[in-house]
């Protein structure tokens, strides 16, 4: 078993920046890939960004890259996401993700998910 907290998540102003964290606890973090998804109101839950355990492999959905940058710190147990240049429509409850590798989208666990509001 693996217990996700995510934190960081608030309001911010068009352009303005957030740092979302995760912190893991249970099994062992490193076997697993570990990502950020996001859902708004009435859509589904959508990728956003995934690292591998070693960090040398990384995936961005196309409607962050170049904004978000993910990262993680295996001896903390944390994984993190920087979002800069944010949007109206990166609004949404930003969800950390224990993914099985060998996939980049396969969920084995959820957090409880923190929510990103971004005004115009």
């Known amino acids: 078993q693996v217990q996700l907290v995510e934190s960081g998540g608030g309001l911010v102003q068009a352009g303005g920046s957030l740092r979302l964290s995760c912190a893991a606890s249970g099994r062992t973090f490193i076997n697993y890939k570990m990502g950020w998804f996001r859902q708004a109101p009435g859509n589904e839950r959508l990728f956003v960004a995934a690292?591998?355990?070693?960090?040398?492999?990384?995936r961005y959905a196309d409607s962050v890259k170049g904004r978000f940058t993910i990262s993680r710190d295996n001896a903390k147990n944390t994984v993190y996401l920087q979002m800069n240049s944010l949007k109206p429509e990166d609004t949404a409850v930003y969800y950390c993700?224990?993914?099985?590798?060998?996939?980049?989208?396969?969920?084995?666990?959820w957090g409880q998910g923190t929510q990103v509001t971004v005004s115009s």
């Open positions: 690292i591998s355990w070693s960090g040398s492999g990384i």
């Open positions: 993700a224990a993914i099985n590798p060998p996939s980049w989208t396969t969920v084995h666990y």
